[in-house]
């Protein structure tokens, strides 16, 4: 199924996307948007080419008429959404970028994803003026980056991320970077630098951010610039419900070799 949408997607709260056990591509026109909503599955689709759109009129929840500003041509575009969990999808090939996380977000599990042929993959936080994205808490689990994705794996805000297992096959500026004294916690991720191409991981463009690398995995020559400061505040504030194992960095390959949208018959359990 390849759907081409001719105005952005406003997800209702309490809803699940699920693509498993079929082929469906969102792309060469509106993609997906997350506005004031909470409890939202996004699961087995692939996304890409996604198109900028102008401001006008859009359906929304429950059949209501909301009118919207101009979209950027993001994949998945979140604003003021809670308790969202991005899983196993294929993302790539968007003007803009991946996925947005912005204005006051927070609960957001990215896991399982394919990021690919992307300049910007992914923006936690909206600008360097919103300070309510402080409270932003955002993990990043078991994707795999690349090939060919260049920075924002992800680019934070004022907020938080645990970015965690993740396979990264090279960057061009940076994987990690942020602004405005993000705090990013590194756990247990490999990085792979390209021959020849950018070994340093991180950016911080506020150099007061706190970075820190925990048991990660380092390849070709990849380094990470840890902050000075970056003791206590690296914790993640999960529940006992929400806490997850951390596996091995040198097990990486073997968890995300089936990261992005799964390809299965509809018969079976994937």
Same mark, same amino acid.
């Given at each position: ?9 406003? /997800? ?6 699920? %693509? ?24 087995? /689709? ?8 102008? #401001?006008?009129?859009?359906? !929304?929840?429950?059949?209501? /008429?909301?009118?919207? %500003? ?14 969202? +969990? /991005? &899983? ?11 996925? &947005? ?34 409270? @932003? ?33 090279? +960057?061009?500026?940076?994987?990690? !970077?942020?602004? @405005? ?6 756990? =247990? ?14 950016? &911080? ?23 000075? &400061?970056?003791? =206590?505040?690296?914790? #993640? ?5 929400? @806490?997850?194992?951390?596996?091995? %960095? ?21």
């Amino acid at each position: 199924m390849n759907i081409k949408l001719a105005k952005p997607l406003l /997800i209702s709260s309490f809803s699940t996307i699920d %693509g498993r056990g079929v082929n469906v591509h969102i792309a060469y026109g509106a993609c997906l948007f997350l506005q004031r909503v909470t409890n939202v599955i996004i699961h087995g /689709i692939r996304i890409h080419h996604c198109v900028a759109q102008g #401001p006008g009129p859009v359906m !929304g929840p429950d059949r209501r /008429i909301v009118q919207l %500003g101009p979209v950027d041509a993001d994949a998945i575009r979140m604003m003021t959404a809670s308790k969202i +969990w /991005i &899983d196993h999808n294929t993302l790539s090939d968007c003007p803009d970028g991946l996925i &947005d996380v912005t204005r006051g977000s927070t609960e957001i599990t990215i896991s399982n994803n394919r990021f690919k042929f992307q300049d910007k993959v992914m923006l936690l936080g909206h600008d360097d003026g919103f300070r309510r994205d402080k409270d @932003m808490r955002v993990t990043v689990v078991f994707n795999h980056f690349g090939p060919h994705c260049q920075q924002r794996m992800p680019r934070i805000r004022f907020g938080y991320a645990h970015v965690v297992n993740n396979l990264y096959l090279g +960057w061009g500026q940076y994987a990690l !970077g942020g602004s @405005m004294n993000p705090s990013i916690k590194s756990q =247990a991720n490999l990085f792979i630098a390209s021959h020849g191409g950018n070994k340093e991981i991180t950016w &911080d463009s506020s150099l007061n951010g706190n970075f820190k690398s925990i048991h990660d995995v380092f390849e070709n020559g990849a380094s990470f610039r840890e902050s000075v &400061d970056s003791g =206590a505040a690296m914790r #993640p504030n999960y529940r006992p419900d929400q @806490m997850f194992r951390v596996a091995d %960095g040198r097990t990486v390959r073997s968890l995300t070799n089936s990261a992005g949208a799964l390809t299965c018959p509809r018969t079976s359990r994937c």
